[in-house]
């Protein structure tokens, strides 16, 4: 059975950094890209970070590039989010997810077919 466990999510004060992991089981990440979504209340999920396979690519939202970094270690299984300058508008729950994309549909939910439960992020003053 495969599990997509997130942590680190947190309040954080805007300007601050988090950063998030999600540690698979069941499943080999280096045979899967790896995507990290984020949905805020009343709002659709929103694509952040992605990356395919052994980690020679990376594709960011619009709304966090240059303020946040996808990594893995297939080693260990586990994929971060690095989040740096963090703002109110970035708090939402973030979702890890895994799947088989082309470049074309990185950015699309519906190309990844396991998720994590998800981690609250919160940023506030």
């Known amino acids: 059975q495969v599990q997509l466990v997130e942590s680190g999510g947190g309040f954080v004060q805007p300007g601050g950094s988090l950063r998030l992991s999600c540690a698979g089981s069941?499943?080999?990440?280096?045979?899967?890209?790896l995507a990290w979504f984020r949905q805020a209340p009343g709002k659709d999920r929103e694509f952040v970070a992605a990356s395919r396979y052994r980690g020679a690519y990376a594709n960011y939202g619009d709304s966090v590039k240059g303020r946040f970094t996808i990594s893995r270690d297939n080693a260990k299984n586990t994929v971060y989010l690095e989040m740096s300058s963090l703002a109110p508008e970035d708090t939402a729950v973030y979702y890890c997810a895994a799947g088989r994309p082309i470049l074309s549909t990185v950015q699309q939910s519906s190309t990844y077919y396991h998720w994590g439960q998800g981690t609250q992020v919160t940023v506030s003053t």
């Open positions: 069941g499943i080999a990440f280096s045979d899967y890209g």
